[in-house]
C-alpha cells in the first residue's frame, strides 16, 4: 500500500493504477468526469473504462482512432448542434475501418444532414472486417434518398455487417429504395430484425416489397416500423397477406399515420386470427377506420390465435360503437391485451364508463390504458377511478391528459398515490 511523503497527504495519483481503474469502472460517468480533470494518467485511466460517448464535435472520432477508448461500444453523434454531413460521415467511416473502433455495436447518427454520399461512404465501411461488431444504427432524420437506402441495402448483404437493428426514419427514401432494401431482407447474409422506415415516402409499391420480402425463409425481422409512409388499401393488404405466411417472424408492426381504410383494418385483424401470425405489438394510430375497422380487430382480439399485447388505435375517430366493441373484447378470456391507447377519439362519459366496467372484469389483462385528447368529464373520470380501485383492475398506468376532468382530477390524484399508480391526468 503506497505512504504519503512527509508532509503530503496521501493523494488519487498515489494510488496503484489497479485500484484507480476499479473505481474509474465502477464509480460511473461522474467519477470517471472528476477523475479526467485530476491527472494525465487519471483521465487516460477514466477513458480507459467508457463504455458509451455522446461526442459534442466531430474531433471525439481522432481521440477513438488514437485509441483512448478501448471499450467505447455505444457512440452517439446526434447533438442537434453537431450537424456532420457528408464530410463528417467520411471521417466517421474512415474512424469505423480503423483497428481501435472495432470494438463499437451502436452508432447513432440521427439529424446530421447525412444525404446519399454520406450513406455510400457509411456503407462501404460497414463491410469492412473492422466494422463486424457494429449491430445498431441510426441515420434517422437525415437527407437520404433511394441510392444511400440502395448502397445500405447492399451493405446488409456482406459476410462482415452484422447490423441488426437500422432506422432510416425521417429520410427521403421512396419505393425504389425500399425495393433495395427488401431485396436485402431476403438474402442470408442479411442479419436485420428491426427495421425504421417511418415518415418516408414508399407508398404502396414500397409496402408490397417488403411483404414480399416477410414471406421469405431468410428473412429474419422481427419490427417493421412503416408509419407515415402514404400506405394505403394496396400495401396493407400485401402486409396482411405476410402476416399470415409461416416464414413472416414479425412480432411489431407500425402502420400508424398511413391511409388505411376500415377494408384495409379488416384485411389485417383476418391476418391477426391465422395461427401463422406473430405479432403481438400492432400500431394503427391515426388511420381513421372508422368503427367498421375497430369492430374486425375487437373480433381478431377474442380469437385464440391472436397474440397482440399492444394495441394503439388512437386517433381513428371510431365512435360509441368501436369502444363498446372494444370493451366487450377486453371481457373474454382469450384477449390477451395488456396495453391499449385509445386517445384522440371522441371518447365521451359513457364510453369511459364502457371501459371501466371492463377492467373490473377479472378477465380483462390491461395494465395500460391511454385515453388521453378525448371528451371525458368528471362521470367518467369517476368511472375509471372506481374501477382502480376493484381488486380484479390490474391497471397500473392510466393517462387522462386533456379530458377536462374538473375536481375529479384531484381525486385521480389521491387514488394513484394510495395505489401507487402511474396515473397521468391534467
Not at 162 to 178: F, P, V, W, Y
Not at 237 to 254: E, G, I, N, Q, V
Amino acid at each position: 500500500m503506497p505512504t504519503a511523503l512527509p508532509g503530503r497527504p496521501l493523494g488519487l495519483t498515489d494510488l496503484p493504477p489497479e485500484l484507480l481503474g476499479k473505481i474509474a469502472k465502477e464509480g460511473g460517468p461522474e467519477v470517471r468526469k472528476l477523475l479526467g480533470q485530476t491527472s494525465p494518467l487519471l483521465n487516460a485511466l477514466a477513458n480507459a473504462e467508457v463504455t458509451s460517448l455522446r461526442g459534442k464535435n466531430i474531433g471525439v472520432l481522432q481521440t477513438i482512432e488514437e485509441g483512448k477508448y478501448p471499450l467505447l461500444k455505444t457512440l452517439d453523434l446526434s447533438p442537434r448542434s453537431l450537424k456532420i454531413g457528408d464530410k463528417g460521415a467520411l471521417k466517421l467511416a474512415d474512424a469505423l475501418r480503423h483497428p481501435n473502433c472495432k470494438q463499437l455495436t451502436s452508432l447513432d447518427l440521427g439529424n446530421n444532414l447525412i444525404r446519399d454520399e454520406g450513406a455510400r461512404k457509411l456503407a462501404a465501411a460497414l463491410r469492412h472486417p473492422n466494422c463486424k461488431q457494429l449491430t445498431s444504427l441510426n441515420l434517422g432524420l437525415n437527407k437520404i434518398g433511394d441510392a444511400g437506402a440502395g448502397a445500405l441495402a447492399d451493405a446488409l448483404c456482406h459476410p462482415n455487417c452484422k447490423l441488426t437493428s437500422l432506422d432510416l426514419s425521417l429520410n427521403r427514401i421512396g419505393h425504389e429504395g425500399a425495393q433495395e432494401l427488401a431485396a436485402a431482407l431476403r438474402l442470408p447474409n442479411c442479419k436485420l430484425t428491426s427495421l425504421d422506415l417511418g415518415l418516408n415516402k414508399i407508398g404502396d409499391e414500397g409496402a408490397q416489397e417488403l411483404a414480399a420480402a416477410l414471406r421469405h425463409p431468410d428473412c429474419t425481422l422481427t419490427s417493421l416500423d412503416l408509419r407515415g409512409n402514404g400506405i394505403g388499401v394496396e400495401g396493407a393488404r400485401a402486409l396482411a397477406d405476410a402476416l399470415r405466411h409461416p416464414d413472416c417472424k414479425l412480432t411489431s408492426l407500425d402502420l400508424s399515420a398511413n391511409n388505411i381504410g376500415a377494408e384495409a383494418a379488416q384485411e389485417l385483424a383476418a391476418a391477426l386470427r391465422d395461427p401463422n401470425c406473430k405479432l403481438t405489438s400492432l400500431d394503427l394510430s391515426g388511420n381513421k377506420f372508422g368503427a367498421a375497422g375497430v369492430q374486425a380487430l375487437a373480433d381478431a382480439l377474442r380469437d385464440p390465435n391472436c397474440k397482440l399485447t399492444s394495441l394503439d388505435l388512437s386517433g381513428n375517430k371510431f365512435g360509441a360503437a368501436g369502444v363498446q366493441a372494444l370493451a366487450d373484447a377486453l371481457r373474454h378470456p382469450d384477449c390477451k391485451l395488456t396495453s391499449l391507447h385509445l386517445s384522440s377519439n371522441g371518447i365521451d362519459d359513457e364510453d369511459a364508463q364502457a371501459l371501466a366496467a371492463a377492467l373490473r372484469d377479472p378477465d380483462c389483462k390491461l395494465t395500460s390504458l391511454d385515453v388521453g385528447d378525448n371528451d371525458i368529464r368528471e362521470a367518467g373520470a369517476r368511472a375509471l377511478a372506481a374501477a382502480l380501485s376493484d381488486p380484479d383492475c390490474k391497471l397500473t398506468s392510466l393517462d387522462l391528459r386533456w379530458n377536462g376532468i374538473g375536481e375529479a382530477e384531484a381525486e385521480l390524484r389521491t387514488l394513484a398515490h394510495t395505489l401507487g399508480r402511474a396515473f397521468l391526468v391534467d
